[in-house]
């Protein structure tokens, strides 16, 4: 008896014909292949050397094409920022330098206080201070040769010179903040709404925070109004309030809640010393945060 062949040997008649197909497109694409050139025709050098002359002309013009330089304009020099100090060619240290004095409350009144201050060179001196623009009064003590200029003055309508008389910045109305040039009703509003938060202003570098106001505008702020009287802040009991409850507080937003909650939970009360160790808490800002803050 012939032995029976396993099933997996026998086609069905759609299956041979689809072999069948198959070898046939075999074969068809063997003789394509042979008689048909499919490689790339490659590019004539003629062709080469015009793109290649194409693209040293483009080389060309870029090197000739002018270099676009920063344009300066006039400038208060004791409120240069980190990237208008780098644009002006200063280094690190020197607009460290100037950061630190104007900290102090000091500003530089004249190209060579500036040159002491940040010990810049005389040739970026020279290349950058005739764009210093000091405030008048300023520009008025050093005509007049005055030494102290702490008495600032204006003058009237018929010509008369009248000294400015400084005013509580806690006490002071919307008038009293509107009749600084550069502050309308929106900043004054914002002034006053920063205040009734905190309680009182501690400092007047607290007025940095309020958005809105230029440092130009600060340094009127500064001659007019002054800290009179020991103010009584809202004290936020640091131990013991809420996320939500530090949040209220101007200086405390969502994440720095969240990280004093945190740290408390972990390490215990927090004393005025783990105020650095707090992610996100404005360091330059600690001495007048604590103010605010019960422990």
């Excluded at 330059?284 to 422990?295: C, S």
Aim: aromatic share 12%; charged share 25%; net charge positive.
């Amino acid at each position: 008896m012939p032995k029976k062949i396993p099933t997996y040997l026998v086609f069905t008649k759609e299956q041979r014909n689809g072999i069948l197909l198959l070898f046939t497109l075999i074969l068809l694409f063997q003789v394509a292949y042979y008689f048909f050139d499919f490689s790339q025709t490659p590019t004539s050098n003629s062709e080469k050397a015009e793109w290649l002359a194409l693209q040293s002309e483009v080389d060309s013009l870029k090197q000739n094409q002018p270099k676009s330089a920063y344009t300066i304009y006039p400038f208060n020099p004791n409120f240069i920022t980190d990237f208008k100090g780098y644009k002006l060619g200063m280094t690190v240290e020197q607009i460290d330098r100037l950061l630190a004095f104007r900290k102090q409350g000091k500003f530089a009144n004249s190209a060579k206080e500036f040159q002491q201050v940040t010990g810049v060179s005389d040739s970026l001196l020279n290349e950058i201070s005739p764009y210093f623009k000091f405030p008048d009064w300023v520009t008025e003590k050093k005509a007049k040769g005055k030494s102290n200029w702490v008495d600032y003055s204006k003058t009237n309508t018929a010509g008369v010179k009248q000294k400015v008389v400084v005013l509580d910045i806690n006490l002071a109305s919307k008038e009293d903040l509107m009749k600084v040039y550069g502050i309308g009703d929106a900043i004054s509003d914002r002034i006053l709404k920063q205040k009734e938060l905190l309680g009182g202003f501690v400092s007047m570098e607290q007025m940095e925070d309020v958005w809105g106001l230029s440092p130009e505008v600060i340094e009127k702020l500064n001659q007019q109004f002054a800290i009179q009287t020991n103010p009584n802040p809202k004290r936020i009991k640091i131990n013991e309030a809420s996320i939500k409850e530090l949040g209220q507080f101007p200086y405390f937003r969502y994440p720095i809640s969240k990280s004093i909650v945190t740290y408390r939970s972990i390490n215990g009360d927090l004393k005025i010393e783990d105020l650095t160790k707090i992610k996100g808490l404005p360091i330059d800002k600690i001495k007048i945060i604590a103010l605010y803050l019960e422990f």
